[in-house]
């Protein structure tokens, strides 16, 4: 049998049986310190004897058994991002990173604790631009070290991982110094890099002709510039804004979010509607030390005043971006808002790219696309989509649009703002400066004659009280609500003011919809959730139906999911439910009646069988979806009125 570690240490003279013991006693208070660095600790030994006991017996723990050890990870994680390391060719901390499981910090201070160093974080230093001699540069960078200290004749060095104790004597030879190691986060040790050795992170001429922006404002400025802003606004900040922007745009980003922090700025960017941070490489650290000038850059882009910086503003720019010779228009809608550190800045992308969409392609089950096409033949009423901000309401609304616009019907749209460009339809947008407002456009619609009227969003009583109006006479008119379901658009409707009787007249069709993720079809693997996940929606915790999910990998940047699928809940009124509008029934008594006593299929059971089918998972539709839809769904399952099999 193999013998532990402090056997070995005891046989071998290196600690007393009552020093151990007394290091175990410590242990206690510490349980996640291993028991080597405890005696280091106390004095009782040299990290020195302690390293190569632990390397010439194979003693030194695994950085995945620490971390399970710590209840960090458990052994399908471990395992998976083991395999992903392995495939990736990377570390398996850095696949850890990767795959989301663990924060840099957690990773780095497991790898202090298996090679018994301590953890520094190093934005908590101030370096000194003179410890650049000691240490050359592309030595640094290669091995992923930084001299961060140094008293008299013994340097501080930050490791991302452990050099080996030959490549340490080796380089504590050549400085002529003794080096006290220490671990911190790769991401600090890059940071503390490019201040101490003053590194330049330039991307090669090529890199930059490959991003082909060309700057298009809809404002004709005058010819001359202020030279401050010449000054303070470089060449590498203009780069730095267009890499930023790439990125976004080739990742298909809704969002670009720059976060001003203590020590900097955070990129990060939301791709299918959760914010992620991408490797932007060596300008990670150039955008993190231009912060200021960066945020200066977007605001000249959409003309706001760069001086103000105590104030929220709102504008907006254009891009023309060209890529294999092809050219489309890319508006950016930029908000910006006061912060402790700085100013923070949100950057909503609206790419208006070829092609029109449609029904069909926006990925809504068969049996949801034919009733909404059956109900758009009726030639008046309202039709509604509903849901959160960034569900998807507004590809709904054009590709409704797309479906019943032609040459025989007019069309007009009001919009805050335009995402899309429609052939054959009028499109305005909202400018509540000069008093253009949802309301205001509408009226002015009513004498432009026209079929089929767009709203971008019903907002308030006046808005609404005119769209019925518009349906009352003879219009077909189209809107978003923001509510939780379909039913909820009635409720909300009434408490803006608007009489029941006149929805029972013109209500003809509600949409509730929803986007989940869809599995990553290049890394995706079957696997059981959890108990807690089942219980949830009342599966038993033995069932055999074959759930997957994605492991992560390069494709869906690790992770696991790759675009989105709507979920939907389709509510045309019959003859019945509109009789109970008279009746101002709550939300929880018209669904009732809507869908737990009839055959339509709720959002829930819409996500339930893209899970069945393998497109998404139990995960993410809790995430998604309402709580309340999740406990409707086991009442209905309890009730008979729904079972899994049926999907």
Excluded at 116 to 145: C, G, K, M, W
Excluded at 522 to 536: M, N, Q, S
């Amino acid at each position: 049998m193999p013998e532990k570690l402090g056997e070995l240490l005891i046989r071998n003279g290196l600690v007393s049986e009552a020093q151990f013991m007394a290091a175990l006693e410590k242990q206690q208070e510490f349980p996640c310190v291993p028991i080597g660095q405890v005696l280091c600790q106390l004095g009782f030994l040299s990290s020195v004897d302690l390293n190569m006991v632990l390397d010439y017996n194979r003693k030194r723990l695994k950085l995945g058994e620490i971390l399970v050890k710590q209840n960090h990870l458990d052994e399908a994680k471990l395992n998976n991002a083991l395999q992903i390391a392995e495939k990736e060719h990377i570390p398996l901390g850095q696949a850890l990173v990767r795959l989301h499981y663990l924060d840099e910090e957690k990773v780095a201070r497991a790898i202090a604790a298996q090679y018994d160093l301590p953890f520094v974080p190093l934005d908590t230093f101030s370096f000194d631009p003179e410890l650049a001699r000691l240490i050359n540069v592309n030595y640094a960078q290669r091995h992923r070290i930084v001299p961060i200290g140094k008293v008299g004749k013994v340097v501080t060095l930050a490791m991302a991982f452990p050099l080996r104790s030959a490549e340490l004597h080796e380089l504590a030879a050549v400085i002529d110094m003794e080096i006290k190691p220490a671990i911190a986060r790769e991401s600090d040790i890059t940071t503390a890099q490019h201040r101490i050795y003053r590194i330049v992170a330039r991307t090669s001429q090529t890199e930059k002709e490959n991003l082909h922006f060309e700057v298009s404002e809809d404002i004709v400025r005058e010819s001359g510039k202020s030279r401050y802003v010449d000054d303070f606004i470089s060449a590498d900040v203009d780069y730095l804004v267009k890499k930023i922007i790439s990125v976004a745009i080739k990742t298909a980003a809704s969002d670009i979010h720059l976060e001003s922090r203590e020590h900097g700025m955070e990129v990060r960017f939301r791709i299918d509607g959760v914010l992620q941070s991408l490797d932007l490489g060596q300008d990670a650290v150039v955008i993190n030390d231009n912060a200021k000038q960066i945020v200066s850059k977007i605001k000249i882009l959409c003309d706001m005043d760069i001086a103000e910086k105590r104030r929220p503003q709102d504008s907006s720019f254009k891009l023309k971006v060209t890529r294999d010779g092809a050219v489309r228009s890319v508006d950016f809608r930029v908000s910006t808002v006061p912060t402790q550190f700085g100013e923070n800045v949100v950057i909503r992308i609206l790419d208006k790219r070829g092609g029109a969409i449609s029904l069909d392609t926006l990925g809504f089950q068969p049996s949801h696309v034919d009733s909404l096409c059956r109900t758009l033949e009726k030639p008046t009423g309202i039709f509604l989509v509903t849901g959160p901000t960034g569900s998807g309401k507004s590809s709904t609304l054009y590709a409704i649009l797309n479906r019943i616009s032609s040459n025989e019907v007019k069309t007009l749209t009001v919009e805050d703002p335009i995402e899309y460009s429609i052939d054959g339809v009028c499109q305005s947008e909202v400018n509540e400066a000069i008093g253009n407002t949802f309301a205001r456009f509408l009226r002015s619609f009513l004498r432009q004659d026209p079929d089929n009227i767009m709203v971008g969003e019903i907002r308030d009583l006046e808005t609404a009280s005119i769209s019925i109006r518009a349906a009352l006479t003879g219009h077909t008119v189209m809107s978003t609500l923001h509510t939780n379901d379909a039913t909820s658009a009635f409720t909300r409707l009434m408490d803006m003011g608007v009489e029941p009787s006149l929805l029972s007249s013109t209500l003809r069709c509600v949409l509730a919809q929803r986007l989940v993720r869809r599995i990553c079809d290049h890394c995706k693997v079957r696997y059981t959730p959890a108990k807690e996940i089942l219980g949830e929606f009342r599966f038993p915790e033995t069932t055999s139906h074959p759930f997957a999910r994605g492991s992560g990998c390069v494709r869906c940047n690790f992770t696991g999911f790759a675009g989105r699928r709507p979920i939907a809940e389709l509510w045309v009124p019959t003859g019945g439910e509109v009789l109970l509008f008279n009746k101002r029934p709550d939300n929880q008594t018209l669904r009732e009646m809507v869908f737990n006593q009839g055959q339509r299929m709720t959002l829930i059971e819409d996500g339930l069988r893209r899970v069945k089918t393998g497109e998404t998972t139990l995960e993410e539709l809790l995430r998604v979806v309402p709580y309340e839809h999740v406990e409707e769904c086991r009442n209905r399952m309890a009730a008979k009125l729904f079972s899994w099999d049926a999907l």
